[in-house]
C-alpha cells in the first residue's frame, strides 16, 4: 500500500538530547513537510523540500534540522535548542502540482514528550 | 497572527442534523482553500477543497461554501453521522511560490450525536 510511514510513534526524551523522527512515503512525492501541532492550535509548518537536496524553513524551524537525501526520506531531528518540544509531529507529501491545490498526504504523525 | 481562525473550538450536533463549521482568513494571497479531518492519535486525512474562482464546491454529503469578500468560509455536512466525529482543520494555500504551503486553522473539535 502507497503512503507514509512516521517513527516512532511515541517518543520520550530527557532535557538536553537530540532525537530524530523518521518519516518515508513511497507515493513517489516530490514535496514533503514537517508540521507540529500543540493543543488548542492549528498545525505549524517547521520545514518543507520540494525536490531532494533542497529544503525550506517553515514557520517555526528554530531548534530544528531536516535532511532531504533520498526523495523517500525526510527526517526532523529535534535538538536540545528547542525550547518547547513536547508536541504532536505530523509529516506531509505532495504531488508535483501541490503549487495548484496544496492537498497533502499526512502520516500518523509522532508524539515527542519531553521528561 | 493568525491568518486562518476558526473560532468555535467544538460543536455538538444531533445524528441526522446539519454540521455546520466555520473559518475565517485575513490573507488576500490565499487561492485555495481545504478541509481536512482528524481523528485522535492520527494524521489528518483530506475531505474537500475549493478554489477561490468558485463560491461552492460539493462531494456527497459534504459542501464547502466560500465568500470572498467576507473572508469566509463552512463546511456544511448533511446529514451529520456519529462516524463524522473528529477535529476539522479549515486550511489554506497561498499557490504560486508557496508551493503547498498550507496555513492551518485551529481546528473545531466535531461531535454528532445518535
Known amino acids: 500500500d502507497g503512503g507514509i510511514t512516521q517513527s516512532p510513534k511515541y517518543l520520550f526524551r530527557k532535557e538536553g538530547q537530540n532525537v530524530t523522527l523518521s518519516c518515508e512515503q513511497n507515493?513517489?512525492?516530490?514535496?514533503m513537510y514537517w508540521y507540529r501541532q500543540d493543543p488548542g492550535q492549528g498545525l505549524r509548518l517547521i520545514y518543507y523540500s520540494q525536490i531532494v537536496n533542497d529544503f525550506q524553513k517553515g514557520d517555526i524551524a528554530e531548534g530544528y534540522s531536516v535532511s532531504r537525501e533520498k526523495k523517500e526520506s525526510f527526517p526532523l531531528t529535534v535538538t536540545s535548542a528547542q525550547k518547547n518540544p513536547t508536541a504532536f509531529y505530523l509529516c506531509a507529501s505532495g504531488p508535483s502540482d501541490i503549487v495548484l491545490t496544496g492537498e497533502l498526504f499526512f502520516g500518523e504523525g509522532s508524539r515527542l514528550t519531553v521528561l | 497572527d493568525q491568518q486562518v481562525k476558526q473560532n468555535s473550538p467544538s460543536l455538538s450536533v444531533q445524528e441526522g442534523r446539519i454540521s455546520i463549521l466555520n473559518c475565517d482568513y485575513t490573507n488576500s494571497m490565499f487561492d485555495y482553500f481545504l478541509w481536512y479531518k482528524k481523528y485522535p492519535a492520527e494524521g489528518p486525512t483530506f475531505l474537500i477543497s475549493?478554489?477561490?474562482?468558485?463560491d461552492k464546491n460539493e462531494d456527497g454529503r459534504f459542501t464547502v461554501f466560500l465568500n470572498k469578500s467576507a473572508k469566509h468560509l463552512s463546511l456544511h455536512i448533511v446529514p451529520s453521522q456519529p462516524g463524522d466525529s473528529a477535529v476539522y482543520f479549515c486550511?489554506?494555500?497561498?499557490?504560486?511560490?508557496?508551493?503547498?504551503?498550507?496555513?492551518f486553522g485551529q481546528g473545531t473539535i466535531l461531535t454528532v450525536h445518535p
Open positions: 507515493l513517489n512525492h516530490d514535496a
Open positions: 486550511a489554506a494555500n497561498a499557490g504560486g511560490t508557496s508551493y503547498g504551503k498550507l496555513t
Open positions: 475549493i478554489s477561490s474562482i468558485k
